[in-house]
Nanobody
Framework: QVQLVESGGGLVQAGGSLRLSCAAS????????MAWFRQAPGKEREFVSG???????NYTDSVKGRFTSSRDNAENTVYLQMNSLKPEDTAVYYC???????????????WGQGTQVTVSS
C-alpha cells in the first residue's frame, strides 16, 4: 500500500511559478514509477510528467521546457516545478504511483487527493 499526499497548488498569474510536492508513505517508494496527471473541468485526466524507477523523466509536449519533475527516494517525495504557467495549465493535479511505468492513468494503482492549480490571465 502507498498513500500519496499532494501539496503546493494555488492561484498564480500567467507567467508565474508553482512547485507541487507529493509525499508518499511506505518503505517501498523507490520500487514505484511516479507520475503527475491533471484534469481540467470537462476533460479527461491527462499525463503531465513522470519519473521512472530508473530516474528517466518524461513530459507531455505541452509542458516541455516549462515543467521539471524530480524525485527524492530518501524523502519519499516527488516534485513538479512548474514555470511559465499558462491559463491552459489550470486543472486539478494528481500524483500517482505504479509498479510499471505508463502514460495511461488506468495503469496507476495509487493516487493522491489532488491539488488545484489555477492560472489567471
Amino acid at each position: 500500500q502507498v498513500q500519496l499526499v499532494e501539496s503546493g497548488g494555488g492561484l498564480v498569474q500567467a507567467g508565474g511559478s508553482l512547485r507541487l510536492s507529493c509525499a508518499a508513505s511506505g518503505r517501498t517508494f523507490s520500487k514505484y514509477a511516479m507520475a503527475w496527471f491533471r484534469q481540467a473541468p470537462g476533460k479527461e485526466r491527462e499525463f503531465v510528467s513522470g519519473v521512472r524507477r530508473s530516474g528517466t523523466i518524461n513530459y507531455t509536449d505541452s509542458v516541455k521546457g516549462r515543467f521539471t519533475s524530480s524525485r527524492d527516494n530518501a524523502e519519499n517525495t516527488v516534485y513538479l516545478q512548474m514555470n511559465s504557467l499558462k491559463p491552459e495549465d489550470t486543472a486539478v493535479y494528481y500524483c500517482a504511483a505504479a509498479l510499471v511505468w505508463s502514460r495511461d492513468p488506468a495503469e496507476y494503482d495509487y493516487w493522491g487527493q489532488g491539488t488545484q492549480v489555477t492560472v489567471s490571465s
